[in-house]
Every structure is written in C-alpha cells, then in structure tokens.
Nanobody, 118 residues
Framework: QVQLVESGGGLVQDGGSLRLSCAAT????????MGWYRQAPGKQRELVAD???????NYADSVKGRFTISRDNAKNTVVLQMNSLKPEDTAVYYC????????????WGQGTQVTVSP
C-alpha cells in the first residue's frame, strides 16, 4: 500500500521559514509529478508547486521567489522550502504524487498545518 508521509510545518512568525518534506513508501514502479497543494479555511485547495521527474518546476504566482520545491527520485521524496512566509500562507499543506504501477494513480498525504502569525 502506498503512503505519502509528510513532516514539517508548524507555527512561524511573519517573514520566517519552514521546510516541508514528503516521502512516498510502498511498492510501485516510479513516481511522475510530485507536488504540494494547500487549503485555507473556507477556500478551495490550490496548487502551490509541483516538480516533474526531470526536475521541471511549476509555482503558484503567490509563492514565486519565496518557495522552492525539490525532489530526490532515488528516495521518492519531495521537499518544499518556504521562505519569507506571510500570514496569507496559513493553510493545511498536502503532498501529492502520481504513482506509477504501471498505470498512474494520484495519492495525497494526510496534510500538515502551516500557521504564519502577523
């Protein structure tokens, strides 16, 4: 059974930094796109950043220049480094992965809370 195990998150002040990590465990052939989404109270889940197997990245406009996504294909991990955090970044952050069996199936982590205080 595939699981996405997240770590990191927590409470930080405006302008601070946090690092989120996610590791995919289980039996599978590989992982295509990995990414991070977030959902704030009363809002829809939105893409924060994603990264392809080859390292191509995609960021939401609101986080460009502040967040950096990276992955280790050998370890099936993805990391989101978040700098210059703002109160509007407060949300539950979810890891995502397109896991290949060989057919591709989307998986989600359990979510981790990020709170940025003014």
């Amino acid at each position: 059974q595939v699981q996405l195990v997240e770590s990191g998150g927590g409470l930080v002040q405006d302008g601070g930094s946090l690092r989120l990590s996610c590791a995919a465990t289980g039996r599978f052939l590989g992982i295509r796109t990995m990414g991070w989404y977030r959902q704030a109270p009363g809002k829809q889940r939105e893409l924060v950043a994603d990264i392809s197997t080859g390292g191509s990245t995609n960021y939401a406009d609101s986080v460009k220049g502040r967040f950096t996504i990276s992955r280790d294909n050998a370890k099936n991990t993805v990391v989101l480094q978040m700098n210059s955090l703002k109160p509007e970044d407060t949300a539950v952050y979810y890891c995502s992965a397109q896991v290949v069996f060989p057919r591709a199936v989307d998986y989600w982590g359990q979510g981790t809370q990020v709170t940025v205080s003014p």
